[in-house]
T-cell receptor
Framework: LAKTTQPISMDSYEGQEVNITCSHN???????ITWYQQFPSQGPRFIIQ???TKVTNEVASLFIPADRKSSTLSLPRVSLSDTAVYYC??????????FGGGTRLMVKP | DTGVSQDPRHKITKRGQNVTFRCDPI?????LYWYRQTLGQGPEFLTY????????KSRLLSDRFSAERPKGSFSTLEIQRTEQGDSAMYLC?????????????FGSGTQLSVL
């Protein structure tokens, strides 16, 4: 199973761009990289998914280098409502989709 | 798309009692997952179904835990003889299996407190 490593926590201020990097050194050829966001007392919510290079949607961008051993979630101009835990997933072996500890992002005014 | 629904949202029980949680997935989704989450930790995989078949259950925490998905629609997770250590949020997610990696859609969870 591909193991992911993320920073435990990050602080930012409103209006700044936030980049959260996830390491996944033993990612498998068929694995995609998926990021989820979780607010307190709610289930995680899908943010973005990619395989290589760059993916962008209305919420975030995902940057994946050629070796795919890491990925970076980029949140442009964060607001207080972006305060949440962000999880990076790459496990897909046997469909036991495994979450790590995530990154707790605190956005300050 | 009405989303994934879990019932109840909260459950308080006494140690030794049995509890059952229900999950109604998004209607066209064929995969259903159960996770457990304790405070400050990421969701922990328990088991998953594809249609009515339970394809992985080795991660269920003990033989007190069991899950069913009759007819491939809703699912139930039962915990027998609850212990205080079972107190956690139990999350259900569903997805549509396909050629691209899955996207999980989660419910709001059932918060279990064992007294």
């Amino acid at each position: 199973l591909a193991k992911t490593t993320q920073p435990i926590s990050m602080d930012s201020y409103e209006g700044q761009e936030v980049n959260i990097t996830c390491s996944h050194n033993n990612i498998a050829t068929n694995d995609y990289i998926t990021w989820y966001q979780q607010f307190p007392s709610q289930g995680p919510r899908f943010i973005i998914q990619g395989y290589k290079t760059k993916v962008t949607n209305e919420v975030a961008s995902l940057f994946i280098p050629a070796d795919r051993k890491s990925s970076t979630l980029s949140l442009p101009r964060v607001s207080l409502s972006d305060t949440a835990v962000y999880y990076c997933l790459v496990d897909n072996a046997g469909n036991m989709l495994t979450f790590g500890g995530g990154t707790r992002l605190m956005v300050k005014p | 798309d009405t989303g994934v629904s879990q019932d109840p949202r909260h459950k308080i029980t006494k140690r030794g009692q049995n509890v059952t949680f229900r999950c109604d997935p998004i209607s066209e989704h064929n995969r259903l997952y159960w996770y457990r989450q304790t405070l400050g930790q990421g969701p922990e995989f328990l088991t998953y179904f594809q249609n009515e078949a339970q394809l992985e259950k080795s991660r269920l925490l003990s033989d007190r835990f069991s899950a069913e998905r009759p007819k491939g629609s809703f699912s139930t997770l039962e915990i027998q003889r609850t212990e205080q250590g079972d107190s956690a949020m139990y999350l259900c997610a569903s997805s549509l299996a396909g050629p691209v990696n899955e996207k999980l859609f989660f419910g709001s969870g059932t918060q279990l407190s064992v007294l």
